[in-house]
């Protein structure tokens, strides 16, 4: 079992960055593929990045290749989301979340029934 807590969020501007973070619990941390998920108003929870168990690999949504970058650090128990070149349409509540590993196919993590646990999330606003 894993908690997480997701921080970070935000008001900004149209252009500009955030970083979420997303502290778990537990000592076993590197065991699980994470990933990044985002929802917003009247709209599915999608899919924006994961990243597999020793950071090698990652995975982004077309829509936000180039501007997004997903990293852990298992020493901190801590995966990150670095947002830049934020647009309106990025305006969301962000999750994190982690999946027990069983496949070495990052494509695999993509999907939401793969993901055991979720933090509350985080609301990030983009204004234009």
């Known amino acids: 079992q894993v908690q997480l807590v997701e921080s970070g969020g935000g008001l900004v501007q149209a252009g500009g960055s955030l970083r979420l973070s997303c502290a778990a619990s537990?000592?076993?941390?590197?065991?699980?593929?994470m990933g990044w998920f985002r929802q917003a108003p009247g709209k599915e929870r999608e899919f924006v990045a994961t990243i597999s168990l020793s950071g090698s690999r990652t995975l982004y949504v077309d829509s936000v290749k180039g501007r997004f970058a997903i990293s852990r650090d298992n020493a901190k128990n801590t995966v990150y989301l670095q947002m830049n070149s934020l647009k309106p349409e990025d305006t969301a509540v962000y999750y994190c979340?982690?999946?027990?590993?069983?496949?070495?196919?990052?494509?695999?993590?993509?999907?939401?029934?793969?993901?055991?646990?979720w933090g509350q999330g985080t609301q990030v606003t983009v204004s234009s």
């Open positions: 537990g000592r076993t941390f590197s065991s699980y593929t």
């Open positions: 979340a982690a999946a027990e590993t069983y496949s070495n196919d990052i494509y695999y993590y993509t999907s939401v029934r793969l993901y055991s646990y």
